[in-house]
């Protein structure tokens, strides 16, 4: 049993206490509190952190940790895009996760406790990713059970990948068309299925690539639909709302000349990386103030730094977005709770109460600015 006291104490819930304390056992937080409720349990190992902030565990919901590797290499021989195909439903990224990237260790020590890491953008259906805590020493020990989201793409990066060899999709049409495609088929052989074992009659013939997308045309598993303009993202709404998918869409980089659209239609948006330069066509119109203009049209917004090593650097760049006008606690939220609530996972972490992983960040200042240092990474109770 470990008590964290004399803290400013974020808790992620829109709370602040300004001298609390945090007390974790067996991997969970058993209490939490001001100061001066505080009855020091027996035998208690006591960290006295003098007035520092303490928030949860920082959330990327959208990297490539463990899946492209943080090293580069000549050939590009990076595992985060199966280029065979552009609808590879059936792949998995855990297979790819490898505990020992450089990454884990940096993001970690900026207080990043979890992150979501799966496929790339270069299919139009790249399989499934997963969460993962940044901890362990092989890729079950990281993944966090149940976490499995299917990874889709609009928009330039199917295009660019296969168009340029003169394979569908060439257009975003053929994009559309063929994602559109794969999911009636997927929905045509689901159906087959529940009639087989509503009525009996002929089994449907095993279908590989169809199977993985059950869950998807169910509603049982999210998708992270990948697209930055604004066509793309209403074309990826258009899609979701004729198969009745669960869904969230990725970067939005264009999201703010269509906020009221996507706040009437309720759509979540994982927005990021927000501090790239125009380096292909539809990043020319990118803002910092999207996160801004969303949050205030209602979207409910989180935050990624979308990458395979420079995760550590997200805490700067929502710094700017501050500067720029989005809401403290709106920031904080977006790499904490709301992103814990974009992963499904808002039961287990992303602020700080009891019962929930005892997964914890502790700064020498704001967190925002880049003259702070992490102090303290705890995952699951272990202090890194």
């Known amino acids: 049993m470990t008590v964290f006291r004399h803290a400013r104490i974020y808790t992620g819930t829109g709370t602040v206490i300004d001298d609390g304390f945090v007390i974790t056992d067996k991997g969970r937080i058993a209490a939490i509190g001001p100061v001066e409720e505080l009855t020091l349990p027996e035998n208690a190992h006591v960290i006295d952190l003098e007035g520092r902030i303490m928030t949860p565990g920082l959330i990327d919901p959208h990297t490539h940790i463990c899946t492209f590797q943080g090293r580069s290499t000549l050939p590009d021989v990076k595992d985060g895009n199966e280029y065979s195909s552009p ?79 003169q394979k569908l999709p060439v257009t975003r049409m053929g994009v559309a068309g063929l994602l559109r ?100 066509l539809e990043l020319w119109d990118i803002s910092l103030n999207n996160a801004k203009d969303l949050h205030e049209a209602g979207v409910t917004i989180a935050l990624t730094e979308d990458t395979d090593f420079d995760t ?39 602020s700080l109460e009891v019962g929930k992983d005892a997964d914890m960040a502790v700064f020498d200042g704001d967190p925002f600015s880049n003259f702070t240092r992490c102090l303290m990474t705890v995952i699951d109770g272990e202090i890194y």
């Not at 059936?90 to 884990?104: E, I, Q, T, Y």
């Not at 045309?217 to 009745?244: K, L, P, S, W, Y």
């Not at 403290?328 to 996972?345: D, F, G, Q």
Request: glycine share 10%; net charge neutral; with cysteine.
């Open 181 to 280: 495609k794969t999911l009636f088929e997927a929905k045509v052989y689901s159906d087959a299925l529940l009639r087989y074992e509503e009525e009996g009659g002929n089994k449907p013939e095993p279908d590989f690539e169809k199977e993985a997308l059950l869950d998807v045309v169910r509603g049982n598993m999210r998708c992270r639909i990948h697209a930055h303009r604004a066509d793309d993202i209403v074309t990826a709404v258009r899609i979701a709302q004729e198969f009745g998918l669960d869904y969230v869409i990725e970067h939005a980089t264009e999201g703010y000349k269509i906020k009221d659209f996507l706040a009437e239609n309720d759509v979540k948006c994982v927005i990021g990386p927000t501090t790239l330069s125009a380096v292909k």
């Open 87 to 165: 609808i590879t439903p059936f792949v998995r990224g855990l297979d790819a996760v490898n505990p020992d990237d450089v990454a884990v260790e940096r993001t970690r020590q900026a207080g990043f406790t979890t992150v979501y890491t799966g496929p790339g953008s270069a299919n139009v259906i790249g399989g499934t990713g997963c969460a993962i805590k940044l901890r362990g020493k092989t890729a079950d020990e990281m993944l966090i059970e149940g976490t499995s989201m299917m990874k889709m793409a609009l928009g330039e990066n199917p295009k660019r990948f296969f168009g340029l060899q």
């Open 312 to 350: 550590w650097k997200l805490l700067m760049n929502v710094g700017v977005l501050i500067r720029e006008g989005l809401p403290r606690n709106v920031a904080l939220s977006a790499i904490t709770l709301e992103a814990a609530k974009m992963l499904n996972l808002d039961h287990r972490i992303g």
